[in-house]
C-alpha cells in the first residue's frame, strides 16, 4: 500500500471515477455488446442500494455472448466510456480496494432482475506495495481474467464485476459494479448458491471496519468465499 493515504483520501474521493464496460471471452474482444450499460461511472451510494445489483440504472443489452465452460472470461474497466488506452488508469485517484467478480445462473440473461451470486475470482490485498485488487487491474490495463469452471452448469449467467475503493475512510465503500450477460455452454452439473445484491455484504463487515491507512488494518474479504468447482 502506497504511504500517505491519510492525506490523499479526502482528494482522491471527487476524482477518477470508473466504469466496466468491455468484455473478452477467450481472446475474442466482445466490447460492450453484451454490458448492461450503467448510467455513469459514479460509485454505489451505499450498500443497501438496489444498484449493488448490477450497477447504477443499467441498460440491458439484446446479446448474450457464448462462452465454453473452461474457457476464460475476460472483465475490463475504464475511467470514461469506450476509453480504452493503456496508457491511463483504469480507476485512478488512490482508489485503493479489491477487485471481485461473480456469476449468477437466471433463465434469460437479458431480463434478470434477481439471482444468487456465487464468488468466482478476487484480486484483494496481500500486505505488500501494489498489491490491491485495483492496482493490479491498472497494471493489467483495466483487465481481470477468470476461469469458467468446467463443471458449471450450462445456462445463461449474468457477471457481475465489481472494484469496491476504501480510499475513503472506515465505514464509507465506494463500490463499481456492472453486468454482463453470458450463456455457458458445455457445462457439467454443479449450482453452486450464493449471495443477494444487495444483501451480500453489511457495513458492519469487518472490511469496511478499519481504514486502510490505519497501521492495524487487515484485509478480510467481503461475502463468500470464491468457489473453485
Request: glycine fraction near 10%; include cysteine.
Amino acid at each position: 500500500m502506497k504511504t500517505g493515504l491519510a492525506l490523499l483520501a479526502a482528494a482522491a474521493s471527487v476524482s477518477a471515477h470508473s466504469t466496466w464496460q468491455d468484455l473478452w471471452v477467450g481472446s475474442a474482444d466482445k466490447v460492450s455488446t453484451c454490458t448492461r450499460t450503467v448510467l455513469n461511472n459514479n460509485p454505489i451510494s451505499s450498500l443497501t442500494s438496489a444498484d449493488m445489483f448490477c450497477g447504477i440504472s443499467p441498460a440491458a443489452s439484446s446479446t448474450v455472448c457464448d462462452v465454453n465452460a473452461g474457457d476464460t472470461l475476460t472483465v475490463e474497466m475504464h475511467a470514461q466510456p469506450g476509453a480504452r488506452a493503456c496508457s491511463s488508469p483504469a480507476i485512478g485517484g488512490n482508489h485503493y480496494g479489491p477487485v471481485l467478480v461473480y456469476m449468477a445462473k437466471v433463465a434469460d440473461a437479458k431480463t434478470a432482475t434477481s439471482g444468487s451470486f456465487f464468488k468466482l475470482a478476487e484480486d484483494g490485498y496481500t500486505g505488500t506495495t501494489a498489491s490491491w485488487g485495483t492496482e493490479i487491474l491498472n497494471s493489467n490495463c483495466g483487465k481481470k481474467t477468470f476461469t469458467i469452471p468446467k463443471s458449471l452448469a450450462s445456462g445463461n449467467y449474468l457477471v457481475r464485476s465489481e472494484a469496491i475503493a476504501l480510499h475513503a475512510g472506515a465505514g464509507n465503500p465506494q463500490p463499481y459494479v456492472s453486468c454482463f450477460q453470458v450463456n455457458v455452454v458445455g457445462g457439467g452439473s454443479a449450482n453452486p448458491t450464493g449471495v443477494s445484491f444487495p444483501g451480500g455484504y453489511k457495513l458492519s463487515d469487518p472490511l469496511f471496519q478499519k481504514a486502510i491507512y490505519a497501521s492495524d488494518f487487515k484485509y478480510v474479504s467481503p461475502g463468500p468465499a470464491v468457489w473453485t468447482g
